[in-house]
Nanobody, 118 residues
Framework: QVRLVESGGGLVQPGGSLRLSCAAS????????MGWYRQAPGKERELVAF???????NYADSVKGRFSISRDNAKNTMYLQMNSLNPEDTAVYYC????????????WGQGIQVTVSS
């Protein structure tokens, strides 16, 4: 069984910063692609950023230059540094990982709220 747990969310003022973490645990042989998604009220879930096992990254246009994704393969943990936050970044943020136990499967975290408001 594999579990992904997000942490680091909360309430922040516009222009502020937050750092999200996603820790994977369980019977993990390896993790390939990891990513952050978000879903705002009344909107579909969207990809924010992803990172390969080799460290290659890709970002949604809306967060380029403000967000930075990284991972620590030794800790099976992924991070999302979010700077210059604005109210449009308010959403539930989810992490997703492609995890190999006996074979690769996709797993999701439970989600964590990020609210940007004055």
């Amino acid at each position: 069984q594999v579990r992904l747990v997000e942490s680091g969310g909360g309430l922040v003022q516009p222009g502020g910063s937050l750092r999200l973490s996603c820790a994977a645990s369980g019977s993990i042989a390896s993790i390939s692609l990891m990513g952050w998604y978000r879903q705002a009220p009344g909107k579909e879930r969207e990809l924010v950023a992803f990172i390969t096992s080799g460290g290659n990254t890709n970002y949604a246009d809306s967060v380029k230059g403000r967000f930075s994704i990284s991972r620590d393969n030794a800790k099976n943990t992924m991070y999302l540094q979010m700077n210059s936050l604005n109210p449009e970044d308010t959403a539930v943020y989810y992490c997703k990982a492609s995890v190999k136990t006996y074979y690769y499967s996709d797993y999701w975290g439970q989600g964590i709220q990020v609210t940007v408001s004055s």
